[in-house]
Nanobody, 125 residues
Framework: QLQLVESGGGVVQPGGSLRLSCAAS????????IAWFRQAPGKEREGVACISGRAGVTNYADSVKGRFTISRDNAKNTVYLQMNSLKPEDTAVYYC??????????????????WGQGTQVTVSS
């Protein structure tokens, strides 16, 4: 059974960078669509970035385009979210999620089958 564990969150000043990791166990992430979501207090969960199980096609929310990069390392069974030029409005709990089906294009809506427990990102001076 696929399990996901996020890490890499923390406190960073505005303009700083963090790299989140989503490590999988129990099954491979290869050929699955993987997405990063975030949820700030009092707000709905928001899709941030995703990478498709087919051809590695990526998709980003407008709010993070040009600042965040999603990538995968199949050998390490891990997906990353590199976050640069962080802003206070990026503060949230970040979750990774995986599609149970293979070779599909990813979407930023929360219809994924497996979720991690989340990691807190706080952007504050």
């Amino acid at each position: 059974q696929l399990q996901l564990v996020e890490s890499g969150g923390g406190v960073v000043q505005p303009g700083g960078s963090l790299r989140l990791s989503c490590a999988a166990s129990g099954s491979t992430l290869a050929y699955r669509s993987i997405a990063w979501f975030r949820q700030a207090p009092g707000k709905e969960r928001e899709g941030v970035a995703c990478i498709s199980g087919r051809a590695g096609v990526t998709n980003y929310a407008d709010s993070v385009k040009g600042r965040f990069t999603i990538s995968r390392d199949n050998a390490k069974n891990t997906v990353y979210l590199q976050m640069n030029s962080l802003k206070p409005e990026d503060t949230a709990v970040y979750y990774c999620a995986a599609d149970r089906l293979l070779l599909r294009l990813c979407v930023l809506s929360p219809g994924y089958d497996t979720w991690g427990q989340g990691t807190q990102v706080t952007v504050s001076s």
